[in-house]
C-alpha cells in the first residue's frame, strides 16, 4: 500500500475512534478540580454538623517525642459540652465538659487510685500536659477554620501552593488529597495583649498554641502569659498541610500537619457519625457508663 493511502487510513481511524468514544480522550484532557471546590463542600458539609462522635487516632510532637493517642469523643456544639475517653496511653482516662453541670471547669477522671477526679482550667497548664489543642478545638470546626483562613490568605488563582492530587486511597477509604504548601511559613515578634491567652491568641492568629509554646522557652507553662510579654508567633498554622477528604462524607478523615522542624501532628478520624441523637444523661457527672461518680 502506498504511503499516502497508510496516512489517510490513519487519520480516518483516528477520527472515526474520537467521533465514537469522545469521553474516553475527555477524562484524560479534563482539567482537575481545584481545592476550592472540594473545600467549600466540606465547609458546607460541617455547617451542618450540630453534634457529633468519633474516634481519633493522634500522634503529636512533644518536646523531641511522638506522643500517640487514641480517643473516643463525643461533642454537642451548641451549647457547648464534650466527653471524651482514651483508650492509650492513659487508658480509661475521661474528660467531661458541661457548663450546666461542670460550670467552667472540665472534670478529668484519670482512673488512678491518687487525684483520680479532678476539676480543671479547661485551657490551663494541668489539663494541656502532652497536648497540642485544647478540648473547645476537638471535632473539625477549629481545622476547617484555619484552612479557610489560609485559603483566603493564599487564594488559589493567585498563588501556587494548593494542590489537589485527585483521589487516593487512605486506610481504604477514596479520598481527595488535598496538599497545602506554604513557603512563606516562619515566626514573627508578638507582644501579647491585655486577656489574651494562648486559646485566645491561637484563635486570632489561626494557629496551634502549643507551636507558640513550644517555640518560646521562656513560658514555662501555659498559664505563663501576660500582657506586654514579647514572644515568637508562627507566622501560618505550618509550612505543609496534607488533607485527606472523604468523598462520601466530605469531611477530613486524615490530616498530616508539618513545620519547619518535620512532622508536627497527624490525625486519622474513625467511626465518624455525624449528628447522632445523645441520650438525656450523656454529659452527666451521674452517668453509669462513665467513672465521675
Given at each position: 500500500?502506498?504511503?499516502?493511502?497508510?496516512?489517510?487510513?490513519?487519520?480516518?481511524?483516528?477520527?472515526?475512534?474520537?467521533?465514537?468514544?469522545?469521553?474516553?480522550?475527555?477524562?484524560?484532557?479534563?482539567?482537575?478540580?481545584?481545592?476550592?471546590?472540594?473545600?467549600?463542600?466540606?465547609?458546607?458539609?460541617?455547617?451542618?454538623?450540630?453534634?457529633?462522635?468519633?474516634?481519633?487516632?493522634?500522634?503529636?510532637r512533644i518536646?523531641?517525642?511522638?506522643?500517640?493517642?487514641?480517643?473516643?469523643?463525643?461533642?454537642?456544639?451548641?451549647?457547648?459540652?464534650?466527653?471524651?475517653?482514651?483508650?492509650?496511653?492513659?487508658?480509661?482516662?475521661?474528660?467531661?465538659?458541661?457548663?450546666?453541670?461542670?460550670?467552667?471547669?472540665?472534670?478529668?477522671?484519670?482512673?488512678?487510685?491518687?487525684?483520680?477526679?479532678?476539676?480543671?482550667?479547661?485551657?490551663?497548664?494541668?489539663?494541656?500536659?502532652?497536648?497540642?489543642?485544647?478540648?473547645?478545638?476537638?471535632?473539625?470546626?477549629?481545622?476547617?477554620e484555619v484552612?479557610?483562613?489560609?485559603?483566603?490568605?493564599?487564594?488559589?488563582?493567585?498563588?501556587?501552593?494548593?494542590?489537589?492530587?485527585?483521589?487516593?486511597?487512605?486506610?481504604?477509604?477514596?479520598?481527595?488529597?488535598?496538599?497545602?504548601?506554604?513557603?512563606?511559613?516562619?515566626?514573627?515578634?508578638?507582644?501579647?495583649?491585655?486577656?489574651?491567652?494562648?486559646?485566645?491568641?491561637?484563635?486570632?492568629?489561626?494557629?496551634?498554641?502549643?507551636?507558640?509554646?513550644?517555640?518560646?522557652?521562656?513560658?514555662?507553662?501555659?498559664?505563663?502569659?501576660?500582657?506586654?510579654?514579647?514572644?515568637?508567633?508562627?507566622?501560618?498554622?505550618?509550612?505543609?498541610?496534607?488533607?485527606?477528604v472523604d468523598?462520601?462524607?466530605?469531611?477530613?478523615?486524615?490530616?498530616?500537619?508539618?513545620?519547619?522542624?518535620?512532622?508536627?501532628?497527624?490525625?486519622?478520624?474513625?467511626?465518624?457519625?455525624?449528628?447522632?441523637?445523645?441520650?438525656?444523661?450523656?454529659?452527666?457527672?451521674?452517668?453509669?457508663?462513665?467513672?465521675?461518680?
Amino acid at each position: 500500500m502506498e504511503k499516502g493511502n497508510c496516512k489517510f487510513l490513519v487519520y480516518f481511524y483516528l477520527f472515526l475512534f474520537i467521533s465514537i468514544c469522545p469521553n474516553i480522550l475527555l477524562i484524560h484532557a479534563a482539567e482537575p478540580v481545584q481545592a476550592a471546590t472540594i473545600l467549600r463542600q466540606v465547609f458546607e458539609t460541617n455547617k451542618k454538623i450540630k453534634t457529633l462522635s468519633y474516634t481519633v487516632l493522634m500522634k503529636e510532637r512533644i518536646g523531641n517525642d511522638n506522643i500517640q493517642k487514641k480517643t473516643d469523643f463525643k461533642i454537642i456544639f451548641e451549647p457547648y459540652q464534650i466527653y471524651l475517653k482514651q483508650y492509650y496511653p492513659n487508658k480509661g482516662l475521661e474528660i467531661l465538659y458541661n457548663r450546666k453541670v461542670t460550670g467552667d471547669k472540665a472534670l478529668l477522671n484519670r482512673n488512678s487510685i491518687a487525684f483520680s477526679l479532678l476539676r480543671l482550667d479547661p485551657t490551663g497548664n494541668m489539663m494541656r500536659k502532652e497536648s497540642h489543642h485544647s478540648i473547645f478545638k476537638a471535632g473539625f470546626t477549629y481545622l476547617l477554620e484555619v484552612v479557610e483562613y489560609l485559603y483566603r490568605k493564599y487564594p488559589e488563582e493567585n498563588t501556587s501552593v494548593w494542590h489537589n492530587e485527585g483521589l487516593v486511597k487512605y486506610f481504604d477509604i477514596t479520598c481527595y488529597k488535598i496538599v497545602f504548601e506554604n513557603p512563606c511559613f516562619g515566626f514573627a515578634d508578638y507582644i501579647i495583649k491585655e486577656g489574651e491567652n494562648l486559646e485566645i491568641l491561637s484563635r486570632k492568629i489561626k494557629v496551634c498554641d502549643y507551636m507558640i509554646f513550644e517555640n518560646n522557652p521562656h513560658l514555662h507553662s501555659f498559664d505563663d502569659f501576660r500582657a506586654g510579654m514579647k514572644i515568637k508567633v508562627p507566622t501560618d498554622y505550618a509550612r505543609q498541610i496534607i488533607i485527606y477528604v472523604d468523598k462520601e462524607k466530605l469531611l477530613p478523615v486524615g490530616v498530616k500537619v508539618y513545620d519547619d522542624k518535620g512532622s508536627f501532628e497527624e490525625y486519622m478520624y474513625t467511626n465518624i457519625r455525624i449528628n447522632p441523637v445523645f441520650s438525656a444523661g450523656e454529659f452527666e457527672i451521674n452517668n453509669p457508663v462513665y467513672g465521675f461518680r
